[in-house]
């Protein structure tokens, strides 16, 4: 059974940094991209970005570039999502996904529980 | 850069009733489509993909149909476990981007 689990809910200050997690589980980690959607506090849904653990080829969302770093550690199937410098505008829930294919289409099949990221001085 | 537009924002409708759910893109995204249903507290959970291919689970009163730029998502006959918000989402594999509409509230009249 493909699982993706996420690490627990942050309560951070502006300007800390943070690196939440998301292990994946059932399946090759290494043969499939894993990626972030963010959902704000009463909002939709926005994709952030994601990477092929197998050669950590990473693609962001132009919205996020430059905001945030994803990466991934093979050896313990475990994707990250991290923040040099958090703001409140950061407060979200962050949801782990892992896409599939069909034709020339991809849509997400297996999502993490979400990490509740609270920013608030 | 591919926008999705979902219609409407909010849908009241009674239980037993059909739903039907528009979303439209700002250019052709061919059948490149997929339909997810989001409970409160709850990630989302696919429903659709390819425009109109019923995911793993998912019951035969969800349909979807469309391609190019104008999809729908019909529920035949409301339950009350689907009143719930729904997001049409889009993929471009260049260069590589998901996007997601902005969603439709599906409340009980």
């Known amino acids: 059974e493909v699982q993706l689990v996420q690490s627990g809910a942050e309560v951070k200050k502006p300007g800390e940094s943070l690196k939440i997690s998301c292990k994946g589980s059932g399946y090759s980690f290494t043969s499939y991209w894993i990626g972030w959607v963010r959902q704000m506090p009463g909002k939709g849904l926005e994709w952030m970005g994601i990477?092929?653990?197998?050669?950590?080829?990473?693609r962001y969302s132009p919205s996020f570039q430059g905001q945030v770093t994803i990466s991934a550690d093979k050896s313990i199937s475990t994707a990250y999502l991290q923040w040099s410098s958090l703001k409140a505008s950061d407060t979200a829930m962050y949801y782990c996904?892992?896409?599939?294919?069909?034709?020339?289409?991809?849509?997400?099949?297996?999502w993490g529980q979400g990490t509740l990221v609270t920013v608030s001085s | 850069e591919i926008v999705m537009t979902q219609s409407p924002a909010t849908l009241s409708v009674s239980p037993g009733e059909r739903a039907t759910l528009s979303c439209r893109a700002s250019q052709s995204v061919s059948s490149n489509l997929a339909w997810y249903q989001q409970k409160p507290g709850q990630a989302p959970r696919l429903l659709i993909y390819g425009a109109s291919t019923r995911a793993t689970g998912i019951p035969a009163r969800f349909s979807g149909s469309g391609s190019g730029t104008e999809f729908t998502l019909t529920i035949s006959s409301l339950q009350s476990e689907d009143f719930a918000v729904y997001y049409c989402q889009q993929y471009n594999n260049w260069p590589l981007m998901y996007t997601f509409g902005q969603g439709t509230k599906l409340e009980i009249k």
């Open positions: 990477i092929y653990p197998g050669d950590s080829d990473t």
């Open positions: 996904v892992r896409p599939s294919y069909y034709g020339s289409g991809s849509y997400f099949d297996y």
